[in-house]
């Protein structure tokens, strides 16, 4: 174990640090193989901070309206520091002792902590076996058997193998460039205003075999551009749609597990189809519903959505419909096919057309077959990128050691008080403690914001604007923050606690050392969290990576009582904020009732919507989702379904159909109660069907091999899946006019031709 011992103002930080990476240009490394050495991250400014230039910002996608301001934590602590101050100078005129002025003083004293006194750094490595020694050294059980070390048994492995495409030669080649992906100009001229010089590992491997409309389960770290690698061939294949206003139609789709997650991704989608035609449409919960239907009605050709208010436009905006999805992406997909999602994810895929293409991705993915097969995909490729690694290489490791659970606030405050000053996000493990320790830092003086559920959609998308743009230095967040959220310059990420699952943690961790860049993340480890510690060293990108932090006992010591002292003041803050939401709530009821005198008839004479889920049903499945997320898992899965079971509706004379057979029969019967006649009812059904829009780039060419065709039906309808369709896009590229994307010429030729070969054989089996 090296022990280079570090002191407070030597912190920010003389961690040995590898030769300097100028532009990571020639740097190789030995285990670099999944790696292109070559590849180059975008190390200009924040790329997808601003939302571009077409126009949108977050305040334009935030509700706006009628709504109060939200209350402020800052204002009334600044408030009460305020009446405190005069108060104190009224008592100074009186000749009385002043009351103690909280941050002010502290900082001072805090700069002067001695280098005796500064929190001390160990490197971890193997020879450390129980690394952070927690509690008593009695040597428990060791059942490794964490779920990312499930030994795979042959059967799994024959499963796998069954399920996943085999590997041939169009997913293996490799690609340095963009443009050798044969990709249009205005997509090459969006990735070079974005800087995307080169395509990184998940890209390289993702782009070809998607234009080839394959199915995909892609993985690989935090931070590595999996939006991208889905963004760029979904771009690059509706460029070649069918045009024209009868053929405008929604056709793809792209299911994220959270609001802020699905801005940020819209904001990527459009930068990347700034030089294009492409429409692209937001649907998230706590935004203007209104707004997301007229968007809607102009038919966006992609919709990036959370499930739920992707469901309510589905049931009550008319004529929206998912009949023409040609592509579907779920992006953290394990977030999302895990139970908390299960029921909207289920009428969302029987809402799409079979025929589509699915991309599933996440840093934690799975290649479980029992989990993948829910999503009804089609021979998928299976695209993990350096498998073996879990963590961005750029990050270190710091674990700290809570020896008595009281102490953890106090260690929390001590290491941002004295060492991690900025562009810090603090996970905790609930709502109500990031709101307390966000009071306990904004009466610290500490420029700090929160962001979890517990927040308006407003309010969310505020902060983390106000941490993007450095406003505050400390984000206090719950898991809502901890996939996919992608904020350039993050130093440190603290996890308050450890999560329960590795794959929690992994997440965290990956919002700092992204894009290649380095990071750290420090992690206050409890005597229950030490097999969880162990997994994520297991799981360290290098073992130098990995370090323990301490904090000299006499610094805790100090921070306790500081907090102590605080107890009656964040009670008072508190007590303060629920009055203030108290009067805000009856004035907003007041309102309420003062518009529905006012408009009563416009109100009751809009149409009722329905609901896919009722409130119960709702609570229910996210209490289910929460317990499984944080750890709970497939025993809380278990218990829920077996009480399900009981309650189970019966089969109806429906069950068991496929979603074609089973709109039919309803539609039958429909008829059948009306009287209308049979064949005028097939009439109206086959213009509809005639009137549905086209697949993407799918023009009069059948599939060349009915046998492609993943059955009677699809080779019926076209080949509308995969590799019949995008054939198609290939060989109509060269001769159609209707081609809206310009082909790039240099470079692209040699590989066009390679690849339209590969696309051939590796068709979908
Ligand atoms: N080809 C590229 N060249 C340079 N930078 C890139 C490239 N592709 C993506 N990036 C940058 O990498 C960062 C991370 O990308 P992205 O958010 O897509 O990662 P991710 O793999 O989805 O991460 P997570 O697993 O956390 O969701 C972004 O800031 C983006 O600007």
Excluded at 294 to 301: I, N, T
Excluded at 429 to 452: N, T, W, Y
């Amino acid at each position: 174990m090296a022990d280079y011992i570090m002191t407070i103002d030597s912190d920010v930080e003389d961690i040995p640090e590898p030769a300097p990476q100028p532009k990571m240009k020639t740097q190789k490394s030995e285990d670099d193989a999944a790696l292109n050495p070559d590849f180059v991250f975008d190390l200009a400014d924040d790329t997808y901070a601003d939302i571009l230039n077409t126009g949108v910002t977050v305040q334009d996608l935030i509700k706006t309206g009628s709504k109060a301001t939200p209350i402020s934590v800052d204002e009334i602590v600044a408030r009460r520091k305020l009446s405190r101050k005069r108060k104190r100078s009224a008592d100074d005129q009186d000749g009385s002792v002043s009351e103690e002025e909280y941050e002010e003083g502290d900082s001072e004293e805090d700069e002067g902590v001695s280098d005796e006194e500064g929190f001390k750094m160990d490197e971890l490595g193997e020879a450390s076996d129980d690394p952070i020694r927690v509690g008593a050294e009695e040597e428990e059980e060791e059942e490794d058997s964490s779920e990312d070390e499930d030994e795979e048994t042959e059967a799994d492995k024959a499963r796998k193998a069954a399920f996943f495409a085999a590997e041939d030669d169009a997913t293996k080649e490799a690609h340095d460039s963009f443009l050798s992906m044969n990709l249009s100009r205005p997509l090459l001229k969006s990735l070079t205003s974005l800087g995307f010089s080169k395509p990184t590992p998940i890209q390289a491997a993702t782009i070809p075999v998607a234009l080839l409309g394959k199915d995909v389960v892609g993985n690989a770290v935090t931070g590595s551009g999996k939006t991208a690698a889905f963004m760029i061939p979904m771009l690059e294949r509706l460029l070649y749609r069918d045009k024209g206003k009868k053929a405008a139609a929604t056709r793809c789709l792209v299911l994220l597990p959270t609001r802020e997650l699905a801005v940020q991704c819209y904001e990527v989608g459009n930068k990347l189809a700034s030089h294009t035609d492409v429409q692209l449409c937001l649907l998230v919960g706590g935004l203007s519903l209104k707004t997301q239907e007229v968007a809607l009605r102009a038919r966006p050709d992609i919709v990036l959505a959370t499930p739920g208010r992707l469901i309510d436009h589905i049931r009550n905006s008319p004529g929206f419909t998912l009949d023409a999805i040609d592509i579907l992406v779920l992006d953290e997909a394990d977030r999302m096919l895990s139970d908390g999602f299960h029921e909207e994810l289920t009428e969302i895929i029987n809402s799409c057309p079979k025929s589509r293409q699915t991309m599933l991705f996440s840093a934690t993915m799975t290649d479980s077959v029992d989990e993948l097969i829910k999503m009804s995909l089609d021979k998928p490729v299976r695209l993990f990128v350096d498998p073996k690694r879990s963590t961005a290489r750029g990050l270190t490791q710091e674990f700290v050691r809570v020896r008595k659970e009281s102490e953890r606030p106090a260690l929390l405050v001590a290491l941002c008080k004295q060492t991690f000053k900025r562009k810090v996000i603090v996970f905790l493990g609930s709502k109500k403690m990031a709101h307390q320790m966000r009071i306990v830092f904004s009466i610290l003086g500490m420029k700090c914001d929160e962001l979890h559920g517990d927040l308006s959609q407003e309010q969310r998308l505020n902060a983390l604007q106000a941490f993007r743009d450095g406003k505050v230095d400390y984000l206090m967040a719950t898991d809502l923050a901890s996939r996919g959220l992608d904020i350039k310059g993050v130093e440190t990420v603290i996890n308050y606690d450890m999560p329960n699952q590795l794959a929690q943690y992994l997440h965290r961790v990956g919002r700092t050392a992204r894009a290649g860049k380095r990071g750290k993340s420090v992690t206050l480890v409890g005597e229950a969290d030490r097999r969880m510690l162990k997994a994520a060293i297991k799981h360290a990108a290098g073992e130098d990576q990995v370090r323990q932090r301490s904090v000299p006992a006499e610094v805790t010591q100090k921070y306790i009582e500081k907090l102590e002292d605080l107890k009656d003041e964040i009670k008072e803050v508190m007590q303060e904020e629920k009055e203030e939401k108290q009067l805000r709530r009856a004035e907003m009821e007041l309102k309420k009732g003062e518009n529905l005198i006012e408009h009563e008839t416009e109100i009751f004479s809009r149409p009722a919507r329905t609901w896919f889920q009722s409130e119960k049903e709702k609570a229910k499945a996210k209490e289910i989702g929460k317990a499984e997320h944080e750890g709970g898992g497939k025993r809380a899965r278990a218990d829920a379904k077996n009480k399900d079971e009981e309650k189970k509706p019966k089969r109806d004379k429906f069950s068991g159909l496929s979603r074609r057979m089973k709109r039919r029969k309803m539609a039958m019967d429909e008829d059948k109660e009306e009287g209308v006649d049979k064949a005028v009812s097939a009439a109206i059904r086959s213009a509809k069907k005639a009137a549905r829009p086209s697949k993407i780039g799918h023009s009069s060419t059948k599939l060349s091999s009915p046998s492609k065709a993943r059955s009677g039906k699809q080779a019926r309808s076209g080949g509308k899946k995969g590799k019949g369709a995008f054939d198609s896009d290939f060989g109509s590229r060269g001769s159609s006019n209707n081609h809206e994307g310009v082909r790039a010429v240099k470079g692209t030729k040699p590989n066009l031709n390679k690849k339209l070969g590969g696309g051939k054989k590796t068709g979908k089996k």
